[in-house]
């Protein structure tokens, strides 16, 4: 076993000629809650897209509990322990909130009944209003609501590591404070968390380390506690951006 869960190394990752990760080198080790903060644009998705496997990289290296996945699909990357709740949740608003945690159990394969009822249960206690919400359309469902169903989902995975792009995406500073506890709790109880956030102020407070993209690169990393009290960070990312 690796104390280094997730690598990353020298990611480059472009859309045509659009270069939106010019090289990009990162880590999470195992039981850490690391942060990525950064500008409109800096390529933070992006890396999250090849961390997942919905886009290939043009180059560079992903590993992932010691396995390389560069490139890899999806569907295989989320078999190996890793859960992504992506920008813009991407629920299936037409279908039951039940069904969409379902599909989450699914994704990760081969579960028995009674350990996907149980999974269910534990999810479910950590986000309460969900379990009124099983037979509702996830459509209906309160910008809070989805994003706390495309965690659950996400759970369901039985995820060694969640990456989670744009938690706060809309949602209002009383969803945040119920949300960030969440993931605080999820992180002591051992679940390796990657969080990209707009919201700078949010993250560094519950994150361990932060990374600062900036132009498709890292500007800089380090202890979040650290990086608080940085006056570069104070001045760009702490303040007039997100008293805007
Ligand atoms: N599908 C795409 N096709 C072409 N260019 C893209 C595509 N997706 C992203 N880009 C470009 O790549 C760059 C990085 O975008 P990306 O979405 O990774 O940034 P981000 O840091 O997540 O931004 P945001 O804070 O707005 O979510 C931007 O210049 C963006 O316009
Ligand atoms: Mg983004």
Request: glycine letters at 10%; hydrophobic letters at 45%.
């Given at each position: 076993m690796t104390d280094v869960l997730l690598k990353v190394n020298d990611l480059k990752v472009a859309y045509g000629r659009i270069e939106a990760v010019r090289s990009v080198s990162m880590e999470v080790r195992r039981g850490e809650f690391v942060g990525i903060i950064g500008s409109n644009g800096a390529g933070k998705t992006s890396v999250m897209r090849a961390i997942?496997?919905?886009?290939?990289?043009?180059?560079?290296?992903?590993?992932?509990?010691?396995?390389?996945?560069?490139?890899?699909?999806?569907?295989?990357?989320?078999?190996?322990?890793?859960?992504?709740?992506?920008?813009?949740?991407?629920?299936?608003?037409?279908?039951?909130?039940?069904?969409?945690l379902i599909l989450g159990a699914y994704l990760r394969g081969g579960r028995a009944?009674?350990?996907?009822?149980?999974?269910?249960?534990?999810?479910?206690?950590?986000?309460?209003?969900?379990?009124?919400?099983?037979?509702?359309?996830?459509?209906?469902l309160s910008g809070g609501e989805q994003q706390m169903l495309a965690i659950a989902r996400g759970l369901l995975s039985r995820p060694t590591l969640l990456?989670?792009?744009?938690?706060?995406?809309?949602?209002?500073?009383?969803?945040?404070?119920?949300?960030f506890p969440v993931l605080t709790e999820l992180n002591r109880a051992g679940l390796s968390i990657l969080l990209v956030e707009q919201m700078a102020s949010y993250a560094l407070q519950v994150t361990h380390r932060t990374y600062v993209m900036e132009n498709g690169g890292v500007l800089m990393h380090g202890d979040s506690e650290t990086l608080i009290g940085d006056p570069r960070i104070l001045d760009t990312y702490l303040g007039h951006r997100e008293a805007s």
């Open positions: 997942s496997g919905v886009k290939s990289p043009s180059a560079g290296s992903i590993t992932f509990d010691g396995v390389e996945i560069t490139g890899l699909p999806s569907h295989t990357v989320v078999a190996k322990g890793l859960a992504m709740v992506p920008e813009g949740r991407h629920i299936f608003g037409d279908q039951t909130v039940e069904d969409n009944k009674t350990q996907l009822a149980a999974d269910t249960e534990r999810v479910l206690d950590l986000f309460p209003v969900l379990r009124a919400r099983l037979p509702q359309a996830a459509g209906s990456i989670i792009d744009e938690l706060s995406l809309g949602l209002a500073p009383k969803i945040l404070d119920l949300l």
